[in-house]
């Protein structure tokens, strides 16, 4: 089974500015976690355990020697103590970390290599598969907890975990009702929006656009023309309005429709409409003149978007008007009508003098002129009314029988450099993580993280945070007006750890998805129900004050966020797992891994986007204009490092990237200053055999959290699209700027990682 467009979390709408990112891509392959608190060991008898810790001790002596030797014209340093541990789980950890690194290389040349080129030479990317990486193994591991809990038989804890497990089943469908239903269920879509000219069941006769845009986008849930959702009002935090933004693109980036070195793209972006016309019944000759109808309309929507990089500043794009301002700005359609269409699910009725929020003013004047234009003639009304459908069509597919996914493949292949080969039980697997992933949570949560970690986990972040608080305080470029600010909003910043505890009160859970209904053998009917039911959740919050403690990840995912309208950061369990967090990990690795992503997330309150929220999540100006300037400056130098960055013969874009860089040059210094903090209140922990220093280890923990591969065609979209640069360079950005990591590898000044200029914010 494969997908080419991904089901969105439909849960919850995310909001936040940074995160450490993992990509929604599929995952694949199992890994062996190395902490010996798992049933595996266990279970070993006590010869088992001796020859087997006998067997690893051998191996890492020896790596332990051939590390002393390729250090030979180093000094040793282990700050405080020469103790090796060597209890099993300090070996396997130190067989991990050590088997991960490349020995051969300099860690003051390529750290990148030097921490990750064993990893990368023994992991390559799995057949199928656009990256591979650490994380994705854990996402991995994550997936084969929840497949136990979702094909178990066992008495589940609520009605609303019954409901996931449902969902799990109608998507393994194993009585083949997906592929004896075939293509009717988008066919019966199609009709109920009068046909399309694929089939030739279509007429421009009396043609309503405000009718077709709202079957397109609220009866089907379409991102046709424009994007809209209830968010928290940026400027009173504590309230919700309407926004409206641009959007409408079929293909994941505008450049895709605008670069000539991207054709092959749009080729087979015509190409992969057409096979889904072919396959709804129409003619191949009507439904590839189809494709280039919607492929051009599409392009349009393309030169009047505004580049990622140039839509950062939310100051810059919050306008507030009422709904009667919105339709003289964009008069194209009824507004009202289109609104209260939506609204009218949840008993809502919005006037005209209801205040909303326009992101992309300029965009939806441009949009007016195009949709004029293209109706004056009926060739244009026909693109268009193809294009409102295909923005359903493309967004149902994933639900239908296999030969629809086999007709996305010419779509990934041009996308990722691939075609996924995925075991149909790990996409539905994420299919069901994200259609419903509180129920699914509360699975993950009783399977895979207990109060131990949760408590463990709290502590990182609070010590994280004192070091960055202090960090703030030492800032000589800040006025003590603005500082006195900044360490209060610190001070602020709720922690949100594991899981929302709800999820676990079975009544609570039950009463959230009562009105939810989920059968077998009813996959794709399914979908359209939690799409529903999740659009209704989200308009009813238009009159309710915003829930700050809201989740916007599911327990299960293997990432991180921070919500600047909230001031507040989320871990979910997902990420705090073996190998990257565990009780028995040194507490080196942990603060390297782990406890930098919470620096991560903390520094994104005060990254180039988030500094302009206040402690109470308000967007507005509270930086005196000197300090801002300042910061702007100190900001411009990590636009220029990171551009000059290339990967795969392109640029990275170091504007794009701007608060991603910050966070993680932030988010190592505050951590690795937390666990030196740390070491002065318990005393030096014992080393790991083969690994110099748990200096050494932290900066070593942090790099292998980003060990990844990634073809071509995926890394092309990264660098167009994605906030985050790619793995190595965040290794390779954070740690030449950073004076604590070129002390630990002892690299001389001038040389590769370390090099004299140095950026540096937070």
């Known amino acids: 089974m494969t997908r080419y467009k991904q089901q969105t979390d439909m849960d919850d709408d995310s909001s936040s500015i940074g995160s450490a990112r993992t990509e929604e891509l599929p995952t694949g392959t199992t890994t062996i976690r190395y902490h ?16 087997l810790v006998g067997c690893l001790v051998l191996v890492l002596l020896v790596m332990a020697l051939m590390a002393i030797l390729h250090f030979k ?3 040793m340093s282990i700050p405080g103590s020469n103790r090796i541990c060597l209890t099993p789980e300090c070996v396997m950890v130190s067989g991990a970390v050590l088997s991960n690194m490349n020995h051969s290389v300099e860690p003051c040349d390529n750290f990148y290599q030097y921490a990750c080129g064993g990893w990368v030479a023994k992991n390559p990317i799995p057949e199928g598969k656009p990256m591979w990486g650490t994380l994705n193994k854990l996402a991995a591991d994550n997936n084969i907890i929840l497949r136990r809990a979702l094909e178990s038989n066992s008495t589940l804890e609520s009605k609303a975990e019954e409901k996931a497990r449902i969902f799990y089943k109608s998507c393994i469908d194993v009585n083949k009702t997906i592929e004896t239903l075939g293509a009717k269920p988008v066919k019966s879509i199609i009709e109920n929006m009068g046909g399309w000219s694929i089939t030739k069941n279509w007429s421009t006769a009396n043609y309503n656009l405000t009718k077709d845009v709202i079957a397109s986008k609220v009866t089907y849930f379409s991102d046709a023309l424009f994007s809209w959702r209830v968010s928290e009002d940026y400027k009173n935090s504590s309230s919700h309005v309407l926004l409206f933004d641009e959007g409408g693109l079929g293909l994941p980036a505008r450049n895709y429709y605008l670069n000539e070195s991207d054709k092959d793209v749009v080729d087979a972006y015509v190409e992969y409409i057409t096979r889904i016309g072919v396959l709804l019944g129409g003619q191949e000759n009507t439904s590839r003149q189809a494709a280039q109808g919607i492929v051009e309309f599409e392009r349009k929507l393309a030169n009047i978007s505004t580049p990622d990089d140039l839509r950062k500043d939310d100051n810059d794009h919050y306008n507030p008007m009422k709904i009667d301002d919105l339709s003289k700005l964009a008069p194209f359609m009824d507004w009202k009508e289109f609104i209260n269409s939506a609204f009218t699910e949840v008993n809502i009725h919005l006037h005209g ?23 004056e003639s009926e060739e244009g009304i026909i693109d268009l009314h193809n294009y409102l459908v295909w923005q359903v069509v493309q967004n149902h597919v994933d639900f239908l029988s296999q030969e629809f996914q086999e007709a996305a ?27 419903l992933g509180k129920p699914v949570g509360a699975m993950f949560v009783r399977e895979a993280f207990g109060k131990e970690l949760k408590k463990m986990a709290k502590d990182m972040i609070n010590r994280v945070r004192v070091s960055f608080e202090e960090n703030l305080k030492s800032v000589t470029w800040m006025d003590k007006e603005t500082q006195d600010k900044a360490i209060e909003k610190a001070m602020d910043i709720t922690e949100m750890i594991g899981y929302p505890d709800y999820i676990l009160r079975s009544k609570e859970l039950d009463k959230e998805f009562q009105s939810l209904k989920i059968m077998e053998n009813t996959y794709f009917q399914n979908n359209i129900n939690i799409r529903k039911f999740t659009m209704n959740k989200e308009l009813a919050r238009i009159n309710k004050p915003v829930n700050k403690t809201r989740w916007d990840m599911s327990p299960p995912t293997v990432n991180a966020y921070y919500s600047p309208s909230r001031n507040d950061i989320v871990f979910p369990a997902g990420i705090l797992q073996a190998p990257f967090f565990h009780s028995k990990n040194p507490k080196a690795l942990n603060y390297g891994t782990v406890g930098v992503v919470m620096g991560h997330e903390l520094v994104h309150a005060f990254d180039d986007q988030g500094r302009k929220y206040d402690k109470d999540g308000n967007l507005h100006s509270w930086w005196r204009n000197e300090t801002a300037e300042k910061f702007n400056e100190l900001s411009h130098c ?49 080393s790991l055999p083969g690994i110099q220093s748990n200096d050494q280890l932290f900066f070593l923990g942090f790099a292998q959290v980003w060990c990844s591969a990634i073809t071509k065609e995926a890394a092309h979209l ?42 540096q914010v937070w």
């Not at 004047?365 to 004029?372: E, M, Y």
């Not at 493949?409 to 259609?435: F, P």
């Open 718 to 759: 990264e660098i167009l699209k994605d906030s985050h640069v790619p793995g190595e360079f965040r290794v390779f950005g954070s740690l030449t700027n950073s004076e604590d990591f070129g002390k630990a590898f002892h690299c001389k000044k001038g040389s590769n990682m370390n090099p004299k200029k140095k950026c």
């Open 638 to 686: 990590f636009e220029g490092q990171y551009s000059s960055y290339e990967f795969l013969g392109e640029h990275l874009n170091g504007k794009l990237t701007l608060g991603e860089n910050i966070a993680d040059n932030g988010g190592l210094k505050a951590s690795y200053q937390a666990y030196k903090k740390w070491l002065k209140e318990h005393g030096p922990e014992e």
């Open 409 to 435: 493949k010419v779509m990934e292949k041009a996308l990722m450099g691939v075609v996924g080969t995925d075991e149909v039980w790990r996409e539905c697997v994420m299919q069901t993580s994200n259609a």
């Open 36 to 51: 010996l608190g798992s049933h595996w060991w266990r279970s070993r008898t006590g010869l088992e355990k001796c020859l």
């Open 73 to 75: 014209t180093r000094p």
């Open 353 to 375: 003098d209801r205040k909303v929020v326009v992101y992309a003013p300029e965009f939806l004047k441009n949009l007016t002129i195009i949709l004029n234009e293209t109706k």
